[in-house]
C-alpha cells in the first residue's frame, strides 16, 4: 500500500535562499507531510460509511445528548493511536507480530479471530455504503457493488493502490461540507457547549447501545493494527517517532472533530426524529450547504469514504493474520510471494461484496457492525496496553506509570460499556431487560 513512498522524486530547481527560520519551517512541513500517512489514513477510514450513519444516528436520536461522551472517545482514540503507532516505530513489527511473539498461540488465536469477525462485518458494511450511495443517484447496487469490488481489488493487487488512496481521500473531503452544514444550520449553541462539558447519559438500551457503536466505530480494532503495520511497512525508525505521532494525534483529533460536527448538523437538521431509516434521511443534514444537491454530495462523500475503508478494513485483518503466521505480508509481493496475505484480502472483498448485495436494511446493518466492533475493541485494547506497558518490548518508550493508568482508565471503561451491553441484551432475551 505503500510501494510508492521509496521512490526517488526530483529535485526542485534551487529558489533564492530563504531564510534559516523560513527555511525551517518549510522543512518540517514537508518532513511532516512526507512521513503523515497511516495516522491519518486509519483515522479517516474510520469516517466511512457506518460511522456516517451512526453518528448522524446520534445527532438524529439524541441531538446533542452524545457529544460529551464523544469528546471522551476522542482522547480515548487519540491514545490508542499513539500506542499502536510507538509499538511499530519502536520495534520495527506490526502488532500482529508482536502479539504473536508475547502471548501464547491461543490468545493470539483469539485476538486474529476478533479482528476477523469484526472486520468481515465491516468490509460488508463498506460495500453496503458503496451500494447506498450509488442508489441515491438512481443507480441499482446490483449493477455497481461487483464492479466496485473487482476495481477495488484490482488497484490494491496490481500496484495503483497508493494513487487511488489519494484519490479516495479526495473524494471523503466531501465530509468537510459538515462543519459548514453545522453553522449554517444555526445550532443552539449554549446547548451544544453544555452538553460538550457536561456529561450526559442515559440508562436506556438505546443510549446504550449508540454509545457503544460510537465506540466501536471511533476506537476501531482495524485502525491500530492498520496504524501499526503502517508505519513498519513505511520502514519508520525510533528517529521517527515524534513526527509518526504527530500524525497519528493530529490524524485521530482531525476524524474525531468531523465527527462532532456531523452529530451537530444533523441534530440541528433533524434531531430528535428518531433513528435514521435511509441514506437519504441522512443526507438531509447537509441540505443548508447544497440545498436540493445535499443527496448527491453526500453520494460523492459516502463513495470515497466506503472506498478508502473498503481497502483499509481487509488489508488490516490481512496484515494481522500475516503477521501473527509469520509469513509474507505486503501489497507489494505477488499471489505466489504472499498467498495467505493477498489471498484473505481477497476473500474479505467477495464476501463483503456478496452480503451486501442481499436485501439488507443498510443502515441497521452499519449501525450494527459498530456495535460490534465496539463489543470487540476492549480485546484488542488489552493486547495494546500489556505490550506498550512491557519494557521488555519497548524499553525506555514504554508507558510512563501517569500514562499506564491512563490508559487503563480508558480500557475499562470501553470494556465497561460493551459489558453494559451485554447485560442488558442478555437480560432481554430472557426478558428481563
Keep these: 500500500m505503500t510501494r510508492d513512498l521509496d521512490t ?41 460509511a457506518a460511522g456516517i450513519a451512526t453518528y448522524a444516528s446520534a445527532g438524529s436520536q439524541f441531538t446533542y445528548g452524545t457529544l460529551f461522551f464523544m469528546v471522551l472517545v476522542t482522547i480515548a482514540l ?85 494513487w487511488a488512496e489519494r484519490i ?15 453553522i449554517l444550520g444555526h445550532p443552539d449553541w449554549a446547548d451544544v457547549g453544555h452538553h460538550l462539558i457536561v456529561p450526559h447519559m442515559q440508562p436506556d438500551k438505546s443510549f446504550i447501545l449508540l454509545a457503544v457503536a460510537l465506540i466501536g466505530t471511533t476506537v476501531s480494532p482495524y485502525m491500530q493494527f492498520y496504524a501499526a503495520a503502517g508505519v513498519v511497512d513505511r520502514g519508520a525508525k525510533p528517529t521517527d517517532y515524534p513526527l509518526i505521532r504527530a500524525d497519528a494525534v493530529i490524524g485521530a483529533v482531525f476524524a474525531c472533530v468531523i465527527s462532532l460536527t456531523i452529530i451537530i448538523a444533523t441534530a440541528s437538521a433533524i434531531g430528535g426524529s428518531g433513528p435514521l431509516d435511509s441514506a437519504a434521511q441522512a443526507a438531509e443534514a447537509l441540505k443548508p450547504v447544497a440545498g436540493q444537491n445535499a443527496e448527491l454530495l453526500f453520494a460523492l462523500g459516502l463513495i470515497g469514504a466506503s472506498a478508502l475503508a473498503g481497502a483499509v478494513v481487509p488489508l488490516s485483518a490481512s496484515y494481522a493474520m500475516g503477521e501473527a503466521a509469520g509469513v509474507e505480508r505486503s501489497v507489494s509481493r505477488s499471489f505466489r510471494d504472499a498467498p495467505l496475505f493477498l489471498g484473505l484480502f481477497t476473500a474479505q472483498i467477495v464476501l463483503g461484496a456478496a452480503v451486501a448485495m442481499t436485501p439488507v436494511d443498510v443502515i441497521q446493518l452499519l449501525i450494527g457492525t459498530q456495535v460490534l466492533q465496539g463489543l470487540i475493541s476492549p480485546v484488542v485494547l488489552v493486547y495494546l496496553l500489556v505490550l506498550t506497558n512491557r519494557r521488555s518490548v519497548l524499553g525506555e518508550a514504554a508507558n510512563s506509570p501517569r500514562y499506564r493508568v491512563a490508559a487503563t482508565v480508558v480500557v475499562v471503561g470501553v470494556a465497561a460499556m460493551s459489558t453494559i451491553l451485554l447485560v442488558q441484551t442478555v437480560l432481554g432475551w430472557i426478558g428481563l431487560g
Design 78 to 162: 487519540v491514545m490508542v493511536q499513539e500506542m499502536a503507532v510507538r509499538l511499530g516505530a519502536h520495534t520495527g513489527k506490526g502488532l500482529g507480530a508482536l502479539i504473536r511473539e508475547q502471548f501464547s498461540l491461543r490468545l493470539t488465536a483469539l485476538a486474529v479471530f476478533c479482528l476477523l469477525l469484526a472486520n468481515t462485518g465491516l468490509v460488508v458494511s463498506e460495500f453496503a455504503g458503496i451500494g447506498a450511495a450509488f442508489e441515491l443517484l438512481g443507480a441499482p447496487k446490483w449493477a455497481v457493488i461487483p464492479p466496485a469490488a473487482i476495481l477495488l481489488w484490482a488497484l490494491v493487487l496490481f500496484g495503483s493502490y497508493h
Design 8 to 48: 526517488a522524486t526530483p529535485a526542485a530547481p534551487q529558489a533564492p535562499a530563504p531564510s534559516p527560520a523560513r527555511r525551517t519551517g518549510w522543512r518540517r512541513i514537508t518532513v511532516i507531510a512526507a512521513i503523515a500517512g497511516p495516522g491519518l489514513v486509519a483515522a479517516n477510514a474510520g469516517n466511512d
Design 168 to 182: 479516495f481521500l479526495i473524494m471523503s473531503l466531501a465530509f468537510f461540507a459538515y462543519p459548514i452544514a453545522m
